[in-house]
């Protein structure tokens, strides 16, 4: 069996971002709970922001903006983590993802997670990047894991976890998601005869 | 082959200027540029057509037929002609009228448009842009063919015992190109007629339209037309000369950077890089040009965007003088070097007509 291939986005822009440090905790609980061995990619969208923009312009990917779009359409599990910008994900996650032709990730295992400096944004998740997710017809996860500046020093409370215990969570569902990903058909690149667009015309 | 130009009627300001020409004079220059084709020894002289401002070129036969009336060897195109929004009726009477008062010196480029509004002013809707294709090019096919026409559709009202006028000159119908910048589907279409295929070549990596390019090709060969080399491959090109590159660069910067299409993105480097463009001396045209043999096979047509991103006229014509002495006469010599017999030459009418002689002689014997 070839490795399961599994791709991190993170829209982080700092240098080191928590955006980027959440990404790799969550690649890693993935990781640890895959049958065998896994190829795993981490893409900084921050490397790649004017090449996005570039692409929105001309309408087509530079080399390396396409490579970076291959790796995640290929891959059999996504973990995409953005920053919370103004109520929302940053413009550069949103952009990334604008520029993915349709229906590339129909089908996708998605874990969600976000970072921001307090926890009243959490629900950026649900209301943002779930919706976002269901229009692309990816599978989320079920666990989002948002994490608050706090969160990185706390051991969560009476009501909540702690932030390693909901990377573990969804960790283990997009591990339980990907092998089914991995053994999906591949399309051919198929045309539909003619006769039949022709035929499908017929009054 | 043949080589030409191909224009898209863009109003663009003068960038280094300021300077934004009326449409009279947009239009005026558009057929200056187009007698000038002719001049320096070019065969085609394609118009894109449009609907809304910035772009003047809404009734392209109106304009053809005036550069038809002062050219003599000129091959007179669309790039393209919007087969979902215009009544394929009224293409069958407008181009057949065309190819009668050019003598034959017609041909046209099938494209959808991808301007979302044109659709609902035309009464259609831009999702059944695919469907509309199909439908009103299978239309427009027995319209040239066949002397009398019943027919329903989907999109149209029906049509019965109806006769398109005039019927095509000397019975053969203008030759179709089929124009795509991404659908397989449009390819597959071209590929089951037997018709030709164009891709813009421009603002995409040839990567992209070698599979177009392929998959037509391979299809061309499935419905019978010939090899997968005859084929009949047109492509766009986009270019910019000076004696020396580095001058060639300095001038076209300015224009590039602003271009409607493309400006204000990636830079004139990463684009030439990435993309078929090229901005040099006239050598540096000519090798690259010879390399879309390597990239798409042997191919009959070859046009170039040289009119746009608001360039002075004045700079349009030297450029067609560069590409009329120094670049065409290269790539005829070299693009014929080493062609096998067994690949076509573009379409003419004259062509069209001899082999429907041959082909009728041959089903009489």
Do not use: C
Request: net charge negative; proline share 8%.
């Amino acid at each position: 069996m070839t490795a399961l291939r599994l791709v991190a986005v993170s829209a982080g822009l700092g240098r080191p971002s928590s955006s980027r440090l959440l990404a790799d905790r969550l690649t890693e609980a993935v990781r640890r709970r895959l049958p065998g061995e896994a190829a795993v990619r981490v893409i900084e969208l921050r490397d790649l922001a004017a090449d996005v923009a570039n692409a929105m312009v001309t309408g087509f990917p530079s080399p390396r903006l396409r490579e970076a779009i291959e790796a995640v359409t290929e891959a059999d599990g996504l973990i995409a983590v953005t920053p919370v910008f103004t109520a929302s994900y940053s413009g550069l996650f949103k952009s990334f993802f604008d520029v993915v032709e349709e229906g590339a990730l129909a089908g996708m295992p998605v874990v969600v997670a976000a970072t921001g400096g307090t926890a009243r944004h959490s629900l950026v998740l649900d209301h943002a990047l779930r919706p976002m997710f269901a229009y692309l017809r990816a599978v989320v996860a079920p666990t989002g894991v948002y994490a608050a500046s706090e969160d990185w020093g706390g051991s969560g409370d009476a009501a909540t976890g702690p932030l390693s215990e909901r990377v573990a969570r969804a960790g283990e569902e997009l591990a339980a998601l990907m092998p089914a990903r991995a053994a999906r058909p591949r399309p051919a690149d198929e045309v539909v005869p003619f006769e039949q667009r022709l035929a499908e015309l017929r009054p | 082959m043949q080589f030409g130009i191909f224009t898209v009627g863009d109003v663009t300001p003068d960038p280094t200027t300021g300077r934004t020409p009326s449409e009279h004079e947009r239009i005026t220059a558009m057929v200056t540029i187009a007698l000038k084709a002719e001049e320096v020894g070019l065969d085609v002289f394609a118009t894109g057509e449009h609907h809304n401002p910035p772009f003047v070129p809404s009734s392209p036969t109106t304009m053809l037929g005036y550069i038809a009336a002062r050219t003599e060897r000129l091959v007179l195109s669309t790039a393209t002609t919007l087969i979902t929004t215009n009544d394929p009726v009224k293409i069958a009477e407008d181009f057949a009228m065309l190819q009668h008062l050019a003598g034959g010196r017609v041909d046209l480029m099938l494209g959808r448009g991808n301007t979302g509004p044109v659709y609902p002013w035309f009464g259609q809707d831009i999702r059944t842009g695919i469907p509309l294709a199909v439908e009103n090019y299978a239309l427009l096919h027995r319209l040239w063919r066949e002397d009398v026409v019943d027919w329903e559709g989907r999109f149209r009202t029906p049509l019965q015992g109806f006769t398109s006028t005039p019927r095509p000159l000397d019975g053969v119908p203008p030759f179709v190109w089929h124009g795509s910048i991404r659908s397989p589907e449009i390819a597959e279409q071209a590929a089951y007629y037997g018709d030709g295929f164009f891709a813009n070549n421009i603002f995409w990596p040839k990567e992209h339209f070698q599979r177009l390019i392929s998959l037509y090709r391979e299809r061309y060969a499935h419905y019978g037309h010939g090899t997968p080399e005859q084929a009949v491959v047109g492509l766009g090109g986009q270019v910019f000369m000076r004696k020396n590159s580095q001058d060639a660069v300095r001038e076209f910067r300015p224009y590039f950077d602003n271009a409607p299409v493309y400006g204000h993105g990636p830079s004139l480097e990463d684009f030439t890089e990435q993309t078929p463009l090229t901005v040099g001396s006239p050598q540096q045209v000519i090798d690259r040009t010879l390399t879309f043999r390597e990239s798409f096979g042997d191919y009959q047509r070859q046009l170039f965007l040289m009119d746009h991103a608001g360039l002075p006229l004045k700079t349009v014509l030297e450029q067609l003088d560069i590409l009329g002495e120094e670049v065409v006469p290269v790539l005829r010599r070299e693009f014929a070097r080493n062609r096998p017999d067994t690949v076509p030459d573009a379409p003419t009418h004259a062509a069209l007509v001899a082999r429907r002689a041959a082909e009728s002689a041959a089903a009489g014997s």
